[in-house]
Each structure stands twice: as C-alpha cells, then as structure tokens.
C-alpha cells in the first residue's frame, strides 16, 4: 500500500531534520516529513474511520462539515455516479 512507501520517507525526512541537519534544508525536511505524517493520520481517521466505517471514530461525525466531506467521498467512489474519481481531500 501507499503508507508502505510513504511512511518510512517521512520517518527519514524527520529524523533528518531533527538529527542531522540544523539548517535550512533540516526544516524543510522536518517540516515535510511532520506534513506527510500528519495527512497519513487524517486520511486514515476520515477515510477508513469514517467515510468506510471501519474505525470507531464516531465523534468526527459531530463536526459540522464532515457529512459534506463523506457525501463528496461517496462521488469520489462514483459507482452509480458516472462521475470522475478524485482526491479524498479536494
């Protein structure tokens, strides 16, 4: 799966920016590896947790605008839809 590449880039990209560069190119890196951490947890919480159901996260669906973003979610798939697969995130 994607988070099998993913995730051991990021954890590169952090511990280079936290370990071995102090300068510019390190905070990037840092801020990179941190970025692609954070959106791999969101994505796992919205898209597997709530739009699949297939984690307990009850508690994201109290936030006003995530029916919108499961609706979308559920064009995204476009099944029945006709319509064009895009991001979960768009």
Request: net charge negative.
């Amino acid at each position: 799966s994607l988070s099998l590449v993913n995730a051991p880039i990021a954890i590169a990209m952090i511990y280079y920016g936290d370990r071995v560069d102090h300068g510019i190119a390190g905070q990037i890196s840092l801020g990179l590896g941190v970025g692609m951490t954070m959106f791999g947890l969101a994505y796992i919480l919205v898209h597997d947790g709530y739009c699949h159901r297939r984690l307990p996260v009850e508690w994201i669906s109290k936030l006003p605008f995530m029916k919108e973003v499961r609706k979308a979610h559920l064009v995204h798939h476009g099944e029945n839809l006709g319509e064009e697969p895009y991001g979960l995130f768009l």
